[in-house]
């Protein structure tokens, strides 16, 4: 398979045979009564990792970070920091600090209280509280808001001073809960990228925890994609996009095609795959399904071209009418039925301000796409 | 309010002039109610109660002097007031009794009310941190004594005080004491009986503070290096300090006036003033110096509360 690497150049510890792995999952299970939160989950993240646990809600995701907070043991299996068994370590004793989704500021503290509170329980000196939270301040740019009360602030400028707060100790590791929850969509926007920066600054190993899609594949180095409490992939951003190894993941992330069929033929580099309605496609990204057995194919609406007249050089070229156009702007999607019924989503990036051959409602159209476009899913 | 006035009345448009009025006056009664209550039970029987802490006593119906009235027209009714003055004050002043038993009453509310903190705390953390589920069961078991008269539940305590009763006859039995204690007519039973009495007042309002507070802020100070305990008093207390503090003057301020507790439990000797008000109203008949005992009790007592008030206002406009 073609590189599907990390955002960050030189920054890929995990296809590093020899890395040591910073935090460790060891087939921990936690069970709340009859349900199972987390089941026999094991996980790697590496030292200075930007690492994403997505899912949606009750996939287990914020058990797995309560766990290595400390606020939940594991009912069975072992979490390893650095080497050392968490198993019986108290919150307030381990080198983890967490950013709240509610980000739990005390009500009752200033700004630089907050901020100030988990230094002044490590026995930080004075004036070596007092230049760190200076120095906090400076980072999430909020010095003028030193002797406010969380109430008297903004839900934007609450989020740094948990922001703050939590890397003051300097931890070892940062779990973030939802961080960017409850920010309205713009702000959340600038504040991915701040985290990012802020990551890389202070050079800190960072977990966090969300739902949204757009957030994890902005921020991660990696992702593990959660469901009923297992991994069901962890990967780059890229690889999760273009090679997800299930159903599952393509459905979660983004938008996708599917289309259900049987392996034709498998030949070294090649898979002709027959769709259910007879259809014939070629795939050519490394799939080693067996001849005969049941597939899915999966390609991304972007990768799909839309045109009037069948494409001379295509490979795959399948022919239908035009159901639905949706003109974005940035973009003009298109649903596509095909003469056997099914529909498919097909997106165009608008490169130029007027289109030469538009294609509306009704009109026969062709989707075609390259050989190695889509992916065959075995599960 | 607005909103029953807008559906009371059309759109101010259309909406005639009679109508708006009628709005206006609904709006206005609305407000009016409670400060007529205040008006005639609490304003009206303190001008009273003040008018006879002014009167001499006399032998007579009722039994003080002068009876303000109209009968002998109005320069009669001003001739009474002329008569009024302060002599029942100067007397509470002279005599040492009133100045000790206020003393002693307040020190005795003082005690009681830490006391029933320090017991109505634990009870109320507990309440708040139980399962939801449980939780109206536990109110449910605060509030149940009241179900029963007050005075029964104090008698009871005789009971269970008394040399014979039944907490001597339980420590005797299992042979932890060899003599029967001496706490009936004792200080020791009038804060049992407070504490006892007024527990609820206490566990309510710290309750309702401490089930409110977000859990997630002991866990955020946990994971930031604080232990459980430091925790506790870090972040818990302070927080749940309104409540502390509603609590306390729930208890205090009646503690300090207990009649019922000194008389049934502490004995003929315990000088509290409560006691010597009823003293002086039944047993001396007289009323103008017990109203003067009644109104300066009321001034000690409110005085330092609406200072406090005011203090908690601005401190909670501060940041809460």
């Known amino acids: 398979m073609k590189s599907l690497g990390s955002i960050r150049r030189d920054f890929s510890p995990w296809n590093d045979p020899n890395a040591k792995p910073y935090i460790q999952f060891d087939k921990v299970t936690k069970k709340f009564g009859d349900f199972t939160a987390v089941n026999n989950l094991s996980l790697t993240i590496f030292e200075r990792e930007f690492f994403a646990l997505l899912g949606a809600s009750g996939c287990g995701k914020s058990t797995l970070l309560r766990m290595l907070a400390g606020f939940e043991e594991p009912s069975a299996g072992r979490i390893l920091l650095d080497g050392q068994d968490l198993r019986g370590i108290p919150p307030y004793k381990r080198p983890v600090n967490m950013m709240f989704q509610s980000y739990a500021l005390f009500p009752h503290m200033t700004v630089e209280k907050n901020i100030a509170f988990g230094l002044k329980q490590e026995g930080m000196p004075g004036p070596d509280v007092e230049k760190r939270v200076a120095e906090m301040l400076k980072l999430v740019k909020l010095e003028q808001f030193a002797k406010r009360k969380p109430h008297q602030l903004s839900g934007g400028q609450r989020q740094r001073v948990a922001l703050a707060r939590s890397v003051a100790k300097r931890p070892k590791v940062l779990l973030l809960d939802e961080p960017l929850g409850a920010l309205d969509k713009k702000l959340r926007e600038e504040t991915q990228f701040e985290l990012m920066d802020l990551q890389q600054e202070l050079g800190l190993t960072f977990v966090v925890v969300t739902h949204d899609q757009e957030e994890a594949m902005t921020m991660a180095d990696r992702i593990a994609i959660m469901d009923k409490g297992e991994v069901m992939q962890v990967a780059t951003p890229a690889e999760i996009y273009e090679a997800p190894a299930s159903r599952f993941v393509a459905h979660f992330v983004g938008n996708v095609n599917m289309f259900e069929g049987k392996v034709a033929e498998h030949m070294t580099s090649t898979t002709r795959i027959t769709g259910a309605t007879g259809a014939q496609i070629v795939v050519d990204n490394g799939s080693n399904a067996a001849a005969g057995s049941d597939i899915i194919f999966a390609i991304r609406p972007e990768k799909i071209k839309v045109s009037s007249k069948k494409p001379a050089d295509a490979v795959n070229a399948l022919e239908g009418e035009v159901y639905d156009v949706a003109y974005l702007g940035d973009m003009t999607v298109y649903h596509i039925k095909l003469d056997d019924g099914q529909i498919v989503r097909a997106s165009a990036l608008n490169a130029s301000r007027i289109t030469e051959d538009p294609l509306t409602w009704n009109d026969r159209a062709w989707v075609s796409f390259r050989p190695d476009a889509g992916v065959v899913l075995t599960r | ?149 007050f005075l029964i539940r104090v008698y009871a305590w005789i009971g269970i005080l008394k040399p014979e009763g039944l907490l001597n006859q339980v420590l005797l039995a299992t042979g932890l004491i060899s003599q029967p204690l001496v706490i009936l007519n004792t200080y020791t039973a009038i804060f049992i009986g407070i504490v006892y009495s007024y527990l609820p007042f206490m566990v309510l309002p710290l309750y309702s503070s401490l089930e409110k507070m977000d859990y997630s802020l002991i866990e955020a100070a946990q994971d930031l290096g604080c232990p459980p305990t430091g925790a506790f008093w870090k972040i818990t207390f302070p927080l749940s300090l309104p409540g502390v503090v509603a609590g306390c003057l729930l208890v205090f301020i009646p503690a300090v006036g207990e009649f019922v507790i000194p008389d049934l439990l502490g004995g003929s000797q315990t000088l509290m003033i409560g006691k010597t008000l009823w003293n002086e109203f039944f047993s001396n008949r007289d009323w103008p110096v017990s109203s003067a005992v009644a109104v300066i009790l009321l001034l000690v007592l409110t005085i330092p509360i609406m200072f406090f008030q005011q203090a908690q206002a601005k401190a909670q406009e501060q940041g809460r």
Not at chain 2, 13 to 25: Q, S, W
Not at chain 2, 115 to 125: D, Q, R, S
Not at chain 2, 126 to 137: C, Y
């Open chain 2, 1 to 149: 309010m607005t909103d029953i006035a807008a559906t009371a009345a059309p759109s101010t448009e259309t909406a005639t002039l009679p109508a708006r009025l009628a709005t206006g006056f609904v709006n206005r009664l609305v407000i009016i109610v409670p400060y007529l209550w205040l008006l005639f039970f609490f304003l009206v029987p303190f001008i009273i109660v003040f008018k006879i802490s002014l009167s001499q006593t006399a032998i007579s119906m009722p039994p003080y002097t002068p009876v303000l009235g109209f009968k002998d027209g109005v320069s009669g009714f001003f001739a009474g007031v002329r008569d009024l003055n302060f002599d029942n004050y100067t007397w509470l002043t002279q005599d040492a009794l009133y100045f000790n038993a206020y003393v002693t009453s307040l020190v005795i509310a003082g005690i009681s009310t830490i006391l029933t903190l320090i017991v109505g705390y634990p009870i109320a953390y507990g309440m708040a941190r139980a399962p939801a589920t449980i939780r109206p069961t536990l109110l449910m078991l605060v509030i149940l004594p009241f179900w029963t008269s």
